[in-house]
């Protein structure tokens, strides 16, 4: 790894505490009705973690979703409570050092067991959904549609919580039978609210939202009492990542097939490239293409934010 570029952060402890709870890239404390959200550096395809880390890729996540958060804020209330280090739990503060620019203190709430994915353009499950039914979870499509083209409007696709593995994209009638009918509406409406807003946005900064998700959960009745359940829904998780979207340069969009990405494309390319079967041991990544993908986070953040990398 070259001198210029930071250690990668793989794993994090509080002290001598491990996390409460980890994912594929964040580590989680549990601190009552708070949680200390911490991204790492971690990358994963094809399912699984990779032996090499991104340098400050956590730090990509945790700000381009504070970016969104904020901007977003006026749609629906999200889960972020403070950012700054010197307001978490006390027993945070020590590792304020590792903690700042990849951390956030959030509010609890009971997390709704589907993703919320807004799609405006026909790409990745989509795409293959639409050339064998002409539709896409549901929603009928027009013939002739393209590769990547602009679909006539954007549309919700729900899709479950896998454990491991891909999520499964469901009709709405199936996250209906999961979230109930009311619940399910209001997520709909938030989600494409959300996108339209985002993508917006982005293109005004030169990137295409080819798709994106959002996770919404349910504060505690004593968070708002007197309120219904619709009432209380927040955004949660992360919001117009790298990692939860696809971003595609405008300036380079041509349909008809794949787009050049913001994401971890390269990675996925290289695996590709050196024609690893996709099961442990999991390979390390080479310099170049750590490089490569870390210019291309930080570079959808700044275009995105307008704003330099804490």
Partial sequence: MPTSLPTPILRTTLGQRPPDQQG??????????????????RISAFDYVL?????????????????????????????VLSLNPAEYPAEARADAGLLAGRSMLVRKAAPLPIEC???GYLAG???????????????DLPPGLRESDRLPHPIFTPATKAQS??????????????????VLARVRDLTLRLYQAGATHAESRGIIVADTKFEFGILPVDAAPGTSD??????????????????????????GGPQPSF??????????????????????????????????YVDAFRRLSGRELQ
């Fill in 117 to 119: 994915v807004a799609r």
């Fill in 230 to 255: 619709i009432e209380r829904i927040i955004l949660i998780d992360e919001a117009l990542t790298p990692d939860s979207s696809r971003f595609w340069p405008a300036d380079a969009y041509s349909p």
């Fill in 125 to 139: 499950s989509g795409w293959k959904d639409y050339q064998v039914s002409r539709s896409v979870c549901g929603h």
């Fill in 24 to 41: 594929k890239v964040r580590d989680i404390y549990d601190f009552g009705d708070r949680l200390l959200v911490v991204a790492t550096d």
């Fill in 165 to 182: 593995g891909h999520d499964i994209n469901i009709s709405e009638r199936d996250a209906a039978s999961l979230v109930g009918d009311a």
């Fill in 51 to 79: 032996g090499s880390g991104i340098p400050d890729k956590g730090k990509v996540l945790t700000q381009i979703s504070a970016f969104w958060f904020e901007t977003l804020r006026t749609i629906v209330p999200n889960h």
């Fill in 263 to 296: 994401d971890k494309q390269y990675v996925r390319d290289y695996l590709e490239e050196i024609r690893w079967n996709k099961q442990p041991p999991v390979p390390a990544l080479p310099d170049a293409v750590v490089i490569r993908t870390r210019d291309k």
